[in-house]
C-alpha cells in the first residue's frame, strides 16, 4: 500500500501574519506537489503567477481548520477532490456493508 501524498499549498496572493510573522496563502488556493510545477489541476505556476507555499500543508488552509485559513477566499473544487475536502485521518464518506459477491 502506498504512503498518502503529502500536498502543499499554492495560492493567488500572500499576506503576513502579525502574531508569528508567517507568510501564509489568500484568495484563491490550489493543491501542489513539490517538485513539480504545476497544480493538482494541471495549472502551471508560474503562468498563473500562483506562489508556492511548502510549508503550508493542504489540510491547514480547509476553512474549516482554521489556522492558515484566515484570507483563503476559493479552495479549487478540482484540488480538493483529489487531495480531499478533509484531514488526513477522516474515514470514507460512504462505506459498503453488504457487498455483492
Known amino acids: 500500500m502506498a504512503a498518502p501524498k503529502r500536498y502543499a499549498v499554492a495560492a493567488s ?3 503576513v ?3 508569528d510573522g508567517r507568510r501564509l496563502p489568500a484568495g484563491e488556493v490550489h493543491a501542489w506537489e513539490q517538485g513539480l510545477n504545476q497544480t493538482v489541476c494541471g495549472l502551471s505556476l508560474s503562468r ?3 506562489g508556492r507555499f511548502p510549508h503550508i500543508g493542504w489540510p491547514d488552509i480547509l476553512p474549516e481548520s482554521g489556522g492558515a485559513a484566515d484570507r483563503v477566499r ?6 480538493a ?4 475536502r478533509r ?3 477522516a474515514r470514507p ?4 456493508t453488504n457487498p455483492r459477491p
Open 13 to 15: 496572493g500572500t499576506w
Open 17 to 19: 501574519d502579525d502574531e
Open 87 to 89: 484531514g488526513t485521518d
Open 93 to 96: 464518506r460512504w462505506h459498503r
Open 81 to 84: 477532490s483529489v487531495a480531499g
Open 48 to 50: 498563473s503567477q500562483l
Open 74 to 79: 476559493r479552495v479549487c473544487p478540482r484540488c
